[in-house]
């Protein structure tokens, strides 16, 4: 049964060229599947069966996406430059996979823990206060749970008093 919310026809994207892509974004993840393309941050419409980027003098001037308006699930790509703030999502579980590190800093009882994969995968629940570091090109899920959408969920929080700066 088809969903007319989101395209009836395949889509692929090499690695390659998302890579590429990633590395002209500098600290913003590489959106593939979202609500809506953003003409303002140089989106539009994936409508081809390959997905494409153009770049001019070094900076990204258009990039596909493929709109999701149902905003229950996000796909992106990330990779070492892609840079988050200490936050929460309320409903939105995560899901980051990759072939190289992963490192996860959460609050837990008002303590900071870390929990590691050298290369794999990393699932944050909704809820838990974190920020996610990356090593390498990373793929970045993420789905509602129960209501709500993945746009505007996220709150910025602040770390856990062992991970505020230090004052000398």
Request: with cysteine; glycine share 4%.
């Amino acid at each position: 049964m088809p969903h007319p919310e989101i395209t009836t026809d395949p889509k692929a994207a090499s690695l390659a060229d998302l890579a590429e892509c990633i590395q002209l974004l500098g600290t913003r993840p590489l959106k593939l599947i979202a609500e809506a393309a953003q003409p303002a941050f140089h989106e539009s419409v994936w409508h081809d069966a390959v997905w494409s980027f153009s770049h001019d003098a070094g900076a990204v001037v258009d990039r596909k996406l493929l709109p999701f308006p149902a905003d229950s699930f996000q796909f992106s790509a990330a990779n070492q430059h892609s840079k988050q703030d200490f936050h929460r999502h309320a409903n939105v579980l995560e899901i980051y996979v990759s072939h190289f590190p992963i490192e996860l800093v959460y609050e837990k009882n008002g303590a900071e823990e870390k929990l590691s994969v050298p290369s794999g995968v990393m699932i944050v629940p909704p809820g838990i206060a974190h920020r996610v570091s990356l090593q390498g090109l990373t793929f970045v899920f993420q789905t509602v749970i129960g209501s709500g959408s993945v746009h505007n969920d996220k709150s910025i929080v602040d770390p856990p008093a062992d991970l505020a700066p230090r004052k000398l």
